[in-house]
């Protein structure tokens, strides 16, 4: 199973999306990667249950791609934080002190160019995400205006930095170049949601969340469900892509009702050790899953379990009370 895994990991980081299907039944577990892209347009994370099997289907899409335009003090912590948060990161600036990968480790790829060749060398898409956080408005206005200025769609989300005087004179000129003045509409400024940040981590965390508010529920918070996709976390799957050998067991939430702290989907992996990869939402609930876990690891094969969050909430003063039912697989 780790070269399924290595595989899915590898057709993400070249941008590819993956279906990921295992089947439990009683002739034991299979799994399959379908790596045909046209089939993710329109399909979500399912479960079939029936009488004796389950088949999970589970959608792996690419992580989004983050451009940081500007490699200053708050472009450090928000490629952390990006990081984090499950996005490739981009950074481009024109300075070679700022634009090195020793100052940013984390991001996937970092350019040092003039802005003026921005658009040849990060060839936008639509599905981007970006955010404009360079030294001064000169920069600012030739970022905003080769975002802007194109035949083809704009990015997902743009946001530009800066004080609301700045960014009424960076929109004014650069509205007298456009030829559809009515996109900058689109654009989030001054960036990040306003929660009165002050350091340079505060401004960061409001700017992603400001951009994972519009990643899940656009730009008016309304918009409607997207095909959900499997919540493994990068951490969780990179350790099953390169896990060495010895008993693990795995653990995914296959159905919920009511409120539970993770939804269908969430992994993850306990070794015979007692090592913890990933979550499926804390609490006593899931100590008691990691027991069971540990057992499931010595008789082999998959458990299907239910739980009722209830009891817990009850007892514990904890949040969620719904319920949740969990296969356990061993390795």
């Known amino acids: 199973m780790t070269k399924l895994y290595k595989k899915l990991l590898s057709r993400l980081e070249n941008a590819q999306a993956s279906h990921l299907i295992t089947h439990y039944s009683p002739d034991g ?156 509409d689109a654009l989030h400024a001054p960036i990040g949601l306003p929660i009165g940040p002050v350091t340079p981590e505060e401004i960061a965390l409001s700017i992603m969340a400001e951009i994972v508010r519009h990643k899940r529920l656009g730009r008016d918070g309304t918009q409607a469900k ?18 060495s050998a010895g008993k693990t067991a795995l653990v995914t939430i296959v159905q919920t009702s009511g409120s539970t702290p993770r939804e269908v989907g969430a992994k993850m992996a306990v070794t015979e050790s007692g090592t913890v990869v990933g979550s499926i939402g804390g609490g006593c609930a899931e100590a008691d899953v990691i027991i069971r876990a540990r057992s499931v690891l010595d008789q082999g094969g998959y458990h299907l379990l239910e739980l009722d969050l209830a009891d817990s909430a009850e007892e514990d003063g904890m949040v969620c009370g719904g319920r949740m039912k969990l296969i356990i697989e061993a390795l």
């Open 226 to 243: 997207k095909p959900q996709e499997s919540s493994i976390g990068p951490e969780l799957l990179h350790w099953l892509a390169h896990r």
């Open 29 to 184: 577990i299979e799994r399959r990667l379908v790596e045909d892209d046209s089939i993710t347009a329109e399909s979500d994370l399912s479960v079939e249950v029936s009488a004796d099997t389950i088949t999970l289907t589970e959608r792996f899409a690419p992580r989004p791609r983050l451009i940081v335009l500007g490699g200053g003090h708050i472009a450090t912590p928000l490629v952390s934080f990006a990081n984090r948060l499950g996005f490739n990161i981009w950074l481009f600036d024109d300075r070679p002190s700022f634009a090195n990968i020793g100052r940013f480790p984390e991001a996937h790829t970092v350019i040092c160019d003039s802005f003026q060749n921005l658009r040849p060398r990060l060839n936008f898409s639509a599905q981007d995400y970006v955010t404009i956080l360079t030294r001064g408005h000169k920069h600012d206005m030739l970022c905003l205006e080769t975002l802007l200025n194109t035949s083809s769609e704009i990015p997902q989300y743009i946001g530009m930095i800066g004080s609301k005087r700045r960014i009424a004179i960076v929109k004014a000129e650069v509205a007298a170049k456009l030829d559809h003045p009515t996109r900058l």
